[in-house]
């Protein structure tokens, strides 16, 4: 056993061990043939719940439990996954497996020929578990979601499952997507976008124009009182003047980050870097994860409501047609007070999986506003949700909390589907992890996957 493939081996073990320790009286008792896609693990009956769970081995290096209601109540069976996490536990399999869908989890082990980062490596194995669930008895039609960062996952497999390899290696593309093993992909029948993020964009809309050697440049500091942020409240209300200057520096640094990318790839291409396949690369000033320099996070008055009527699913259980408005409150703490943190606000990364994850083209009109994203070149990067929601055209859902920073974000992935038959629905009061953000806001989670529940079951499939 190779080196690679022993740190594999333990860690698909480490992944398995905790999948079933986090779910209650769950017992392997066999290893069988699953459609001649992947091997099962059979188990037994998850205590105090209505459903069982199967460990499912693909061969693409991927790995996925399923969640099997006793007694399914529904053809419509769905597949999930986030990149670089482990998917097994993830709240929607418990969810939907409790309302009578079966549910696929699905986490990605990595590929010799891909790296971790490239976004199309998840696609192979998510092929893989589309078609392993159509062989189960009773499914009859198959529905991909993804939930924030799996937004541009799935979206992307999506894309290229219906349009086909062009979709995401255009010459559009800063960085075109490797096409390997990306051609006949098992067709949706459905989408469903959970609170789901922009791809790219979304750490492009962390670059920080005021980093510096020394002190940080004053006149762009998101985090100095003097330009109208809050240290004690970690809340901000910025001048025009101000978000003026800060999104043509962030635009501006945002262009430099991705030629210089662009001209080290050169270099590597043409054999005069010191390696001869990739090269390290340390993005200063662009925040991790959640973190970073947004302006949107300390001042809401940023992707405060949507630009069109949507459905609100309100709190007190009415429905109603209206522009979305957020309920989040200011975040503008982990960022103010890590900005000489190294974890948080630089990218420790490589030219090629910068390039592939988080390159996208920002033109001079670039800024966010209340209820509008302007001046991205949403095509211009295939990890691009926006981008690739215009290849997909089955039946499409979009759900958004309104107590987090991604409604408007969600309305411009809505507006970019092709798909004829389209949702945009949000969730009163419900964070990212679809909690409540006040008590006064009641179940969200189950308001959530109880409209999820009937989205699906209206007839479209």
């Given at each position: 056993m190779t080196r690679r493939s022993a740190r594999l081996a333990r860690r698909s073990a480490a992944l398995l061990a905790l999948a079933f320790a986090a779910i209650p009286a769950l017992h392997a008792q066999e290893a069988g043939e699953g459609g001649g896609e992947g091997r099962a693990v059979r188990a037994g009956p998850v205590a105090g719940e209505n459903f069982r769970t199967e460990y499912v081995r693909l061969p693409s290096q991927s790995e996925a439990l399923l969640y099997e209601p006793t007694?399914?109540?529904?053809?419509?069976?769905?597949v999930f996954s986030h990149p670089g996490r482990n998917n097994f536990n993830e709240p929607l399999g418990r969810q939907m497996a409790r309302r009578g869908y079966r549910v696929l989890m699905v986490n990605y082990r990595g590929d010799a020929e891909f790296r971790e980062?490239?976004?199309?490596a998840y696609l192979p194995g998510l092929s893989q578990a589309i078609t392993w669930l159509r062989t189960l008895p009773g499914v009859g039609k198959v529905v991909l979601v993804g939930h924030s960062?799996?937004?541009?996952?799935?979206?992307?497999?999506?894309?290229?499952?219906e349009q086909g390899p062009a979709i995401c290696s255009g010459p559009e593309k800063i960085y075109p997507c490797k096409t390997r093993g990306l051609t006949g992909l098992a067709r949706l029948d459905g989408?469903?976008?959970?609170?789901?993020t922009l791809g790219a964009f979304h750490q492009m809309s962390a670059v920080d124009p005021a980093i510096a050697e020394g002190a940080r440049k004053a006149a762009l500091d998101m985090f100095d009182p003097a330009n109208g942020y809050d240290p004690a409240a970690k809340r901000a209300a910025y001048s025009p003047a101000f978000t003026s200057r800060f999104y043509a520096a962030q635009a501006g640094d945002n262009a430099r980050i991705v030629d210089h990318a662009l001209a080290r790839l050169h270099a590597i291409e043409q054999g005069k870097a010191v390696y001869v396949d990739d090269e390290p690369l340390v993005i200063r000033g662009m925040g991790v994860r959640a973190s970073g320099?947004?302006?949107?996070?300390?001042?809401?008055?940023f992707a405060s409501h949507t630009r069109q009527p949507h459905l609100l699913l309100r709190a007190d259980g009415a429905e109603g047609t209206a522009v979305i408005q957020s309920v989040r409150a200011p975040a503008g703490k982990s960022?103010?007070?890590?900005?000489?943190?190294?974890?948080?606000?630089?990218?420790?990364?490589?030219?090629?999986?910068?390039?592939a994850a988080s390159a996208i083209r920002t033109g001079p009109d670039y800024r966010i506003t209340a209820d509008n994203i302007v001046g991205v070149d949403w095509k211009s990067a295939y990890n691009s949700t926006p981008a690739m929601a215009e290849g997909i055209t089955v039946p499409s859902l979009v759900m958004t909390m309104t107590c987090h920073y991604l409604l408007m974000p969600g309305e411009i992935i809505f507006d970019h589907l092709a798909a004829r038959d389209k949702?945009?629905?949000?969730?009163?009061?419900a964070t990212h992890g679809f909690a409540p953000c006040k008590p006064e806001y009641g179940d969200t989670t189950k308001r959530t996957f109880d409209y999820l529940d009937r989205w699906l079951s209206q007839g479209r499939f």
């Open positions: 007694s399914p109540k529904s053809p419509v069976a769905l980062a490239d976004p199309e960062g799996g937004g541009h996952l799935v979206s992307l497999y999506g894309g290229v499952a989408l469903v976008l959970l609170d789901a320099a947004r302006l949107y996070q300390p001042d809401v008055a960022a103010g007070d890590a900005l000489r943190s190294l974890d948080t606000m630089a990218q420790n990364t490589t030219v090629r999986r910068f390039l949702t945009y629905v949000a969730v009163e009061g």
